[in-house]
Nanobody, 127 residues
Framework: QVQLVESGGGLVQAGGSLRLSCAASGRTFSSYVMGWFRQAPGKEREFVAATNFSGTRTYYADSVKGRFTISRDNSKNTVALQMNSLKSEDTAVYYC????????????????????WGQGTQVTVSS
C-alpha cells in the first residue's frame, strides 16, 4: 500500500512559478513510476509528466514541455513538479500518481489503471 500526499498548490499570476511536492509512504517507492496528472473543471483528468523508477528519464505532455520539470528523490520518497511560465490554462487540481508500470501514464483513461492517487492540490493561475 502506498499513500501519496501532495503539497505546494496555490494562487499565482500568469508567468509565475509554483513547485508541487508529493510525499509517498512505504518502502517500495523506487518500484513505482511516478507522475502528475491534472483535472480542470468539466474536463477529463489528463497526463502532465512522469518519471521512471530511477528518475533518469522524464516524459511530458506537449502542453507543458519546456515549462514544467518533474524530478524524484528516492532517498526521501518524494516527487516534485516545478512549474514555470504558468498560464491560465494550467489552472486545475493536480494529482500525484504511482504505478508499477507506464500503462496509466500512456492511456487516455488513467482511472482504474494507475495504482495510487494523491488527494490532489489546487493550482490557480490568474491572468
Amino acid at each position: 500500500q502506498v499513500q501519496l500526499v501532495e503539497s505546494g498548490g496555490g494562487l499565482v499570476q500568469a508567468g509565475g512559478s509554483l513547485r508541487l511536492s508529493c510525499a509517498a509512504s512505504g518502502r517500495t517507492f523506487s518500484s513505482y513510476v511516478m507522475g502528475w496528472f491534472r483535472q480542470a473543471p468539466g474536463k477529463e483528468r489528463e497526463f502532465v509528466a512522469a518519471t521512471n523508477f530511477s528518475g533518469t528519464r522524464t516524459y511530458y505532455a506537449d502542453s507543458v514541455k519546456g515549462r514544467f520539470t518533474i524530478s524524484r528523490d528516492n532517498s526521501k520518497n518524494t516527487v516534485a513538479l516545478q512549474m514555470n511560465s504558468l498560464k491560465s490554462e494550467d489552472t486545475a487540481v493536480y494529482y500525484c500518481a504511482a504505478e508499477r508500470g507506464f500503462g496509466g501514464f500512456t492511456t487516455a483513461q488513467p482511472m482504474g489503471v494507475i495504482d495510487y492517487w494523491g488527494q490532489g492540490t489546487q493550482v490557480t493561475v490568474s491572468s
